[in-house]
């Protein structure tokens, strides 16, 4: 399972349930984070997907358009935000992008399936 995490952010209790997630599954269960800034979970069981897909959204987090022949994640500066010399924070702006392309974690049919 494939999550977008625009810009690579994540806070600490959605990275917290993520690894509680892939601990379940032992040995089997493993986390990536891509070079997109994105979360892989590896091991998952598929009758699990359900109940992990309604953590994930509680949290604010969402699997919707994040593999096949999807615009892939907005990615960024890893420091946006904490940089003292940047000059614009784009964390917002990677933010809206992918609402855009997600319509806001609901799925945009205009844009899948490329």
Request: hydrophobic share 35%; with cysteine.
């Amino acid at each position: 399972m494939r999550l977008k995490l625009p810009n690579g952010v994540s806070t600490s209790r959605q990275t917290r349930y993520l690894a509680g997630v892939v601990e379940r599954y032992g040995s089997e269960g493993c986390a990536d984070i891509t070079t997109r800034q994105n979360w892989q979970i590896r091991g998952l069981v598929l009758r699990d997907a359900g109940g992990v897909m309604d953590g994930l959204a509680a949290l604010g987090l969402s699997c919707v358009q994040s593999g096949m022949d999807n615009v892939r994640n907005p990615v960024g500066n890893p420091l946006a935000g904490i940089d003292p010399h940047e000059i614009l924070d784009t964390r917002p702006f990677s933010t809206l992008l992918n609402d855009f392309i997600t319509d806001y974690g609901r799925g945009n049919p205009s844009i899948t399936n490329l």
